[in-house]
């Protein structure tokens, strides 16, 4: 089992910054994919961001591309999103994510997730 606990959610105005961060516990290994996810009002839940906890490979959503960026710190088993550059449609409860599959894929294939943490950007 993991536990993900997200922080760092708030309120900003558009061109602002926020860091959200995901704290793993539990069984933390080397070979986990941890992905940020977000979810507006009466939309689908969407991906943002991933990275391979071995190796830091990171992908990105091509809507956050260059403007949010996913780091981790292995020894204190977090993750992080910085996100730069806000718009309002960057507005959504935000989701942290593992699994151990190996795998960027979609929601699907993350077998653990955080409380999420609101994230919401004002025009």
């Known amino acids: 089992q993991v536990q993900l606990v997200e922080s760092g959610g708030g309120l900003v105005q558009a061109g602002g910054s926020l860091r959200l961060s995901c704290v793993a516990s539990?069984?933390?290994?080397?070979?986990?994919?941890m992905g940020w996810f977000r979810q507006a009002p009466g939309k689908e839940r969407e991906f943002v961001a991933a990275?391979?906890?071995?190796?830091?490979?990171?992908y990105y959503a091509a809507s956050v591309k260059g403007r949010f960026t996913i780091s981790r710190d292995s020894a204190e088993n977090t993750a992080y999103l910085q996100m730069n550059s806000l718009k309002p449609e960057d507005t959504a409860v935000y989701y942290c994510?593992?699994?151990?599959?190996?795998?960027?894929?979609?929601?699907?294939?993350?077998?653990?997730w955080g409380q999420g943490t609101q994230v919401t950007v004002s025009s």
């Open positions: 990275i391979r906890w071995s190796g830091g490979s990171t």
């Open positions: 994510a593992a699994n151990f599959r190996g795998s960027i894929g979609p929601p699907r294939v993350y077998d653990y």
């Open positions: 539990g069984r933390t290994l080397s070979s986990y994919v």
